[in-house]
Every structure is written in C-alpha cells, then in structure tokens.
C-alpha cells in the first residue's frame, strides 16, 4: 500500500496541475482577445472622431440654431452662423484630402448634412416670405427625384455610388450664394446686394433644372447599360 501511495503523490504534484491548465489556457486566450476587440472598438470610435466628420457634425448641430435666429428675426446671428456652417464645409473637404481621414461615414454624412441645412434653410425662409415658393419647390423636386432616381438604380444594378456631377455641385453653390444674399438683403437693401440676390436665386433655379436633368441622364445611361444577368454589357 505504501508504495502505491508514493507512486501516486508524484503524479499528482509533478508538473501542472490538472485543473490549472484549462484556465491558464483561457487566460491565454483572454489575453489575446480582449486587446484585438479593445483595437476594433477604438477603431470605429475613431470614425466618428475625426476631424472631418466633427466639422460636419458641427454643420449639423448648428441648423436648428440658425433656425431660431431667422424666426426670430436675428438676421445678423444667423448670416455669421450660415458663414460659420458654409466654412465647416469647406474646411471638412479640406482636411479629409490633407489628413488623409477620408472614411465611408464622411461620404455619408457630408451630403445630408449639406441638404438637411439648406433645404431646412429653404423652407424656413420660404415660410418668411423671403425666397419665391417656385425657387423651394424647385430644390425640394430635384432632391426628392435624385433620392428616388438613386434607389431605382440601386435595385436596378446594386451600385451605391451616385457622386454628384459638376452641375450638382454648382448648384450647391448656387444655393449657399441664394441663402447667403437673402439673409444679407434683410440687413442692407443696398443695390448691388438686391441684383446679388436676384442672380443668385436665378442662377438656383437654372443650375437646379440643369443638375436635375443630367442626374436623370446618367441614371438612365447605367440603367441601360445593366442586362437582366446583372453584367454590364461591353
């Protein structure tokens, strides 16, 4: 009996216990998993943190405050707030290219922060009596027809990509001009901020029709060049 007993003890104390080697194994691999999820998470996080995508989520937060300020009247607040928000576009573009923080969220993003404000702006001061109900229903069409011509060409060819023409963006211009002269005439009906506003508006409607138009042409175009077997044809 006693040498049995001898004989067992050793097995049992030599080396690592039984019981500890599945645990260190799943500590090991605790270890190894909680730092890559820890990356993952950092990662997405850092999507929403650029720089970029704060300046357009800046535009964004700003609308309903520009908002206020027309409806109340505040026409000098709300031009430098459209100033601010016009210089947020321009500078997120910027910074994308130069920081190299292009993400799919900013191509996203940048675009509907863009017509959110401006077809906001539209519609309120349509709702003041400051810009023609033709010139709002004419932004409002074209938007409407580019949101429905876009998702009839992604169930037509599964393609997501609709970047805009040099006439879209024109009249992206042309609007930011529209609303900036509008919001100046009520400050100084000078004469050449009233012909300001008057080209501005014109040139909204004719880049609007135009812009429309060509979207309209492209769409059909890759619609047409889509088969039934989902293959461009060559």
Same mark, same amino acid.
């Given at each position: 009996?006693?040498?049995?007993?001898?004989?067992?003890?050793?097995?049992?104390?030599?080396?690592?216990?039984?019981?500890?080697?599945?645990?260190?194994?799943?500590?090991?691999?605790?270890?190894?998993?909680?730092?890559?999820?820890?990356?993952?998470?950092?990662?997405?996080?850092?999507?929403?943190?650029?720089?970029?995508?704060?300046?357009?989520?800046?535009?964004?937060?700003?609308?309903?405050?520009?908002?206020?300020?027309?409806?109340?009247?505040?026409?000098?607040?709300?031009?430098?707030? %459209?100033?601010? $928000?016009?210089?947020?576009?321009? +500078?997120?573009?910027?910074? #994308?290219? =130069? !920081?190299? /923080?292009? @993400?799919?969220?900013?191509?996203?993003?940048?675009?509907?922060?863009?017509?959110?404000?401006?077809?906001?702006?539209?519609?309120?001061?349509?709702?003041?009596?400051?810009?023609?109900?033709?010139?709002?229903?004419?932004?409002?069409?074209?938007?409407?027809?580019?949101?429905?011509?876009?998702?009839?060409?992604?169930?037509?060819?599964?393609?997501?990509?609709?970047?805009?023409?040099? %006439?879209?963006? $024109?009249?992206?211009?042309?609007? +930011?001009?529209?609303?900036? #002269?509008? =919001? !100046?005439? /009520?400050? @100084?009906?000078?004469?050449?901020?009233?012909?300001?506003?008057?080209?501005?508006?014109?040139?909204?409607?004719?880049?609007?029709?135009?812009?429309?138009?060509?979207?309209?042409?492209?769409?059909?175009?890759?619609?047409?060049?889509?088969?039934?077997?989902?293959?461009?044809?060559?």
């Amino acid at each position: 009996m006693g040498a049995l007993v001898l004989h067992a003890v050793p097995s049992l104390t030599d080396g690592e216990p039984l019981r500890e080697r599945p645990f260190s194994s799943f500590t090991g691999q605790r270890r190894l998993i909680e730092p890559a999820m820890k990356d993952l998470a950092s990662e997405q996080l850092n999507r929403y943190r650029t720089t970029p995508n704060l300046l357009t989520l800046l535009r964004i937060c700003m609308a309903p405050f520009l908002v206020a300020a027309i409806l109340e009247h505040r026409y000098a607040i709300s031009l430098g707030l %459209f100033v601010c $928000a016009g210089l947020t576009d321009a +500078l997120d573009g910027l910074l #994308a290219r =130069l !920081l190299k /923080q292009r @993400t799919m969220l900013g191509q996203y993003l940048d675009p509907v922060a863009d017509k959110l404000l401006l077809s906001t702006l539209f519609v309120v001061l349509m709702i003041q009596g400051l810009i023609p109900m033709r010139v709002t229903v004419l932004v409002f069409g074209r938007d409407v027809g580019i949101l429905v011509v876009a998702a009839l060409l992604y169930a037509a060819t599964g393609r997501r990509e609709f970047n805009p023409s040099i %006439f879209g963006k $024109a009249n992206t211009l042309a609007q +930011l001009a529209a609303v900036a #002269a509008v =919001l !100046l005439h /009520q400050l @100084t009906p000078v004469h050449w901020v009233v012909v300001f506003r008057m080209v501005a508006l014109d040139a909204t409607i004719g880049l609007t029709i135009a812009s429309g138009l060509h979207y309209a042409w492209v769409a059909a175009r890759r619609v047409g060049s889509q088969p039934a077997n989902g293959h461009p044809n060559k």
